[in-house]
């Protein structure tokens, strides 16, 4: 059977999730391989949580958040790009590979963008194959 | 009164530094050991061997600490007999409990270990690339043995059922005095807990910008201690020094602050965080000020994880795949 990643992912109440609701409403197709989390903003997502999903072996893990300057916190999203710079450069010192984690600014007009993303992401970790701690289970 | 408590502690992949805390309670230890029985200490202190320990009867011990972290077949031996002999048992100190300095070593494949220790190092002469074998028939007849290497360093949790975590590297005496007394007077928390104060390092820091009400200010420069001496006064955080106090255990009383170095998470996580290294790069991704600082601090500390998981890289929860 083909594999089929499985990509956990964190996106904001007003940007990110709209424009994933925007993608329903306009019938934009991509993958049933990204299981939706909504958090108030980006900058909710704790470092912790990113850890978590990737050492339980999620293929991939991505934060959506709003675009600069949009944010309804002001500077969330700015925290988010902050943190998650660190993140990716520390799993990367534990040999995942940089694409198991990803972020994206999707607004909630961009319906179309999130479906693409999506799509791409997907294609993407099918290149790469499963998450190595899933290995030997 | 009743029976003296039966005592045990062993010393696994650590320094010793944890039991010297241990010592330096001095007359503490004095006062306790009316209520303590030492019935094993190895391989330091008492003329105890390990035969000893495995001959004793299962819960026989009613406390046990462990220093040192996991890294030989014998270590994991060793903590998983005394677990068996122990009623309670406590991971003492930084590398018992999250796998401490010598856990840095899990971003590095073993055979870059061996070459660096036992071919680089300048003080090294190995011209015939000689490296520790776990077996080794000498003259055709002799079988002799060493304890294997493992792959990674492991935390005693990795092995064996917890009962108390104290941190430190080592742990400061007077936080050690106040785990012996609530271990002699039995007041225990509940299993799993930390014998500490749960109070941060920032909360007992005489630097502490809450102390003169000053809010905290984004970082623009990030500086590394050697790039200069840091400022006597002032939140060193502030002053651009990755102090991780926000988020460390402070029973310590703020040890490395009062003498103007940034604290660097001995103390273990205070309550509520589930990796420490992950929670590190939340507080400090939100206190930088801007894409250069990020920029900065990725080119001054080129390896990240040896920054943000100083004392516990085992305990992360990415097991690393080096
Ligand atoms: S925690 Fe520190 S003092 Fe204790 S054994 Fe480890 S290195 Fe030594
Ligand atoms: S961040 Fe460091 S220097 Fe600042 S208050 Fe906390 S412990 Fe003290
Ligand atoms: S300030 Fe931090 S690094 Fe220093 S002794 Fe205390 S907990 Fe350990």
Redesign the pocket.
């Known amino acids: 059977m083909e594999f089929s990643p499985n990509i956990v992912g964190f996106a904001c109440q007003w940007c990110t999730y709209a424009g994933a609701d925007l993608a329903g409403n306009l019938r934009c197709k991509y993958p049933p391989t990204v299981k939706l989390i909504k958090v108030p903003c980006s900058g909710r997502v704790e470092p912790e949580y990113v850890l978590d999903a990737l050492s339980k072996g999620a293929d991939g893990v991505f934060i959506g958040g709003c675009h600069f300057g949009d944010c309804h916190y002001k500077e969330g999203n700015y925290k988010t790009d902050r943190r998650m710079q660190l993140i990716s450069k520390l799993i990367q010192e534990f040999g995942f590979e940089k694409e198991r984690f990803r972020w994206e600014w999707i607004s909630g007009a961009e319906g179309k963008k999130f479906a693409e993303v999506m799509t791409e992401y997907t294609e993407q970790l099918k290149k790469l194959g499963p998450n190595p701690v899933k290995e030997g289970k | 009164m009743a029976d003296k408590i039966k005592f045990g502690f062993l010393l696994t992949g650590g320094c010793a530094g944890c039991e010297m805390a241990m010592v330096d309670l001095s007359e503490n230890l004095l006062g306790a050991l009316e209520h303590i029985e030492v019935v094993f200490w190895a391989p330091t202190v008492a003329d105890v061997k390990y035969k000893d320990l495995e001959a004793m009867e299962d819960n026989s011990i009613d406390l046990a600490f462990v220093d040192g972290m996991v890294r030989l077949s014998e270590h994991e031996h060793m903590v998983k007999v005394l677990r068996a002999k122990s009623k309670v048992l406590v991971a003492f100190g930084a590398c018992a409990a999250l796998g401490g300095i010598p856990g840095m070593a899990n971003v590095h494949p073993t055979g870059e270990l061996f070459q660096q220790a036992y071919k680089d190092t300048f003080s090294t002469e190995n011209p015939e690339d000689v490296y520790p074998q776990p077996e080794y028939l000498l003259d055709g007849k002799y079988n002799l043995t060493l304890p294997a290497f493992q792959d990674k360093v492991r935390t005693i949790q990795d092995l064996v059922d917890v009962d108390y975590f104290v941190?430190?590297?080592p742990p400061?005496h007077e936080f050690v005095a106040k785990a012996v007394e609530l271990i002699i007077s039995g007041n225990l928390p509940p299993k799993g807990s930390w014998l500490t104060s749960g109070k941060a390092?920032c909360d007992v820091c005489k630097r502490n910008p809450a102390n003169e009400n000053m809010e905290r200010v984004p970082v623009e420069h990030v500086k590394r201690t050697v790039d200069g001496h840091p400022e006597e006064k002032g939140c060193l955080l502030q002053h651009g020094y990755l102090c991780?106090?926000p988020i460390?255990?402070?029973d310590?009383g703020?040890?490395?602050?009062n003498v103007n170095?940034p604290?660097?998470?001995?103390?273990g996580p205070i309550p509520g965080i589930t990796d420490y290294g992950a929670k590190a790069v939340s507080a400090i991704g939100s206190i930088l000020g801007s894409q250069e600082a990020v920029d900065e601090l990725m080119e001054k500390f080129p390896t990240l994880s040896k920054l943000v998981y100083r004392y516990s890289l085992p305990a992360s929860r990415l097991k690393s795949k080096a």
């Open positions: 941190g430190g590297c400061h390092v991780l106090g460390t255990q402070g310590c703020a040890s490395c602050l170095m604290c660097r998470g001995c103390g």
